[in-house]
C-alpha cells in the first residue's frame, strides 16, 4: 500500500517512525522549514519515508495540485492528515481520484460550522442559536433578540483565529460586512464553564475520549490570559455527561469511515444549567492537548489518526484503556511589546514540563491563534487528585513573573523590577 501524507505539525520524524514497521511506502508533503531547521541536522529517520515533498507555502492553492500529481504518479492508495487545514483538502482529493476514506460531506460538515451545527439541531442536540451573516442590519437584529455580547466567526475557521466577540452595536460600525458575507456566523453568547473533550472516533461511533476544563480561547487569544488546561476526574459526573454528549454529536454527523482523531469544545450554560455545543473537528487538538492525552492515555492522537486512516488502526477498540494519571497543561501566549524576563525553570510543585521559548529584547506581536506561544508547561498528579490546583499555580506564578516592556514603559521604568527579577 502507498500512503500519502498531508503535515504541517513538528512530527515528522514521529510520522517516520509510527509507520517504520508497517509494509507501507509512505510519501509527504510538508512545510521545508520542518525539515530543514536551523539548529539541527537532517534526521535519520526520513529514510523511512519513501518520498518528501517539502513546500515553502503549506496554504497555498497549488498544494491541492500537488496531491493530485503526486496520487496519480506514485499510485497512491490513502491521502492521510491530522490538521485542520488538510481535512477537505484531503477529502476533495479522495473524491475526485476515486480513493478510500473520509468524504466531502464529512469533511464539510466537520469544518463548516453552519453546516455542523444545522445537523446537530435537526437531530436535537443543544448548540447556540446562530445565524449566516448577510449584512450589518441582520446581524444587529440578531443581537437585539438574543442580546449582547455575540460571537462573530468564520465558518471555516480554526484556532479562534477570526474570532470577535461584540459587546455593544457601536463595535459593529467598524465591521467590514461586505468582506465577512461568503462565510462568517453570528453566534449567541453563552455564559458557562468551557470544556474540551479529546479522542478518536470510527464510523460514527466514539472509541474513546476525556474532557478537560479548558480556559475559554477568546481571552488567550486576545493576550488577555493564559489558555489553561486540565483533565476532569474519573469521578465528576460532568465527565460522563460531557462524553454522553459527544458520542450523540458523533452519531448525528456524517461519519469518518476509518480510526480518526477529534477535538470538541462545550458550554455548560449558567442559565440552563445544560451543556452546549461548541463545535467539533476531525483532527486531534491544539496546543498541549496532544500531549496530556498521551501522558494520561499512552496514546498519541497524531500517531492514532494517521495510522487509522491508513486502515492501520481498523479493529481497536480503545474502550478498556482508562487513564493511569491525570494530566493539565498551560500555554502561555505572548504580549504585544518586548519580552525583558522569566525564570529559566518553574519551582511549582506537579510541573514536570516547563519550556521558555522567548528572547529577551525581542519584540512580539499579540497572538493571531490558540496555538501562538512562548512558555509551556504541563502538570501530572495521581489518578485521584485534581490538576487544577497546579495549573492554576503556575498561572499566577508566571503573571508574577513575567516582565514585559510597551509603549507605556520603557527601560527606565521597569529597570528596578527587573534588577528584583534578575535576582
Wanted: glycine content about 6%.
Amino acid at each position: 500500500m502507498r500512503v500519502l501524507v498531508l503535515n504541517r505539525r513538528p512530527i515528522v520524524e514521529k510520522i517516520a517512525l509510527w509507520f517504520s514497521e508497517a509494509e507501507i511506502d509512505v510519501f509527504l508533503i510538508t512545510p521545508k522549514a520542518l525539515l530543514y531547521p536551523s539548529e539541527k541536522l537532517p534526521n535519520k529517520s526520513h529514510q523511512y519515508i519513501k518520498g518528501i515533498y517539502p513546500v515553502d507555502n503549506y496554504d497555498s492553492p497549488s498544494i491541492n495540485e500537488l496531491i493530485l500529481k503526486l496520487v496519480e504518479e506514485k499510485q497512491i492508495d490513502r491521502i492521510i492528515s491530522a490538521t485542520e487545514i488538510d481535512v477537505l483538502r484531503a477529502a476533495k482529493a479522495r473524491e475526485k481520484m476515486g480513493l478510500m476514506g473520509q468524504s466531502e460531506i464529512s469533511a464539510l460538515a466537520y469544518r463548516n460550522k453552519w453546516i455542523m451545527k444545522s445537523l446537530l439541531k435537526k437531530n436535537g442536540l443543544p448548540v447556540a442559536r446562530m445565524l449566516q451573516i448577510t449584512d450589518r442590519q441582520s446581524v444587529e437584529k440578531f443581537a437585539d433578540e438574543c442580546g449582547f455580547p455575540v460571537v462573530i466567526k468564520p465558518v471555516d475557521g480554526g484556532g479562534s483565529v477570526g474570532v470577535q466577540i461584540i459587546h455593544h452595536a457601536a463595535q459593529l460600525q467598524d465591521i467590514n460586512f461586505e468582506l465577512l458575507k461568503s462565510g462568517y456566523l453570528v453566534e449567541e453568547w453563552i455564559e458557562g464553564e468551557f470544556f474540551t473533550i479529546d479522542g478518536l472516533m470510527r464510523n460514527g461511533e466514539m472509541l474513546h475520549c476525556w474532557p478537560s476544563h479548558t480556559t475559554a480561547n477568546f481571552s488567550a487569544v486576545s493576550g488577555n490570559s493564559a489558555l489553561l488546561s486540565w483533565m476532569l476526574l474519573p469521578d465528576n459526573p460532568l465527565t460522563t455527561e460531557l462524553s454522553a454528549l459527544i458520542s450523540r454529536v458523533i452519531m448525528s454527523l456524517p461519519p469518518t469511515p476509518d480510526t480518526t482523531a477529534f477535538h470538541a469544545e462545550a458550554f455548560f450554560c449558567e442559565k440552563t444549567h445544560r451543556l452546549v455545543l461548541c463545535e467539533i473537528a476531525c483532527r486531534p487538538g491544539g496546543a498541549g492537548h496532544v500531549p496530556v492525552y498521551e501522558m494520561a492515555f499512552g496514546l498519541n492522537l497524531y500517531k492514532e489518526t494517521l495510522l487509522g486512516q491508513a486502515g492501520l488502526r481498523a479493529q481497536e477498540t480503545y474502550r478498556h484503556i482508562y487513564p493511569q494519571t491525570m494530566a493539565g497543561f498551560a500555554w502561555f501566549p505572548p504580549n504585544e511589546g518586548i519580552f525583558h524576563y522569566a525564570p529559566d525553570s518553574c519551582p511549582v510543585s506537579g510541573i514536570i514540563d516547563y519550556q521558555l521559548m522567548a528572547r529577551t529584547g525581542r519584540y512580539y506581536q499579540a497572538p493571531r491563534s490558540i496555538s501562538d506561544h512562548i512558555a509551556k508547561a504541563f502538570a501530572l498528579q495521581p489518578i485521584d487528585r485534581d490538576p487544577a490546583g497546579v495549573i492554576t499555580e503556575i498561572d499566577t506564578w508566571w503573571k508574577n513573573n513575567a516582565i514585559w516592556w510597551n509603549e507605556e514603559s520603557s527601560p527606565n521604568k521597569t529597570k528596578g523590577i527587573a534588577d528584583r527579577a534578575a535576582t
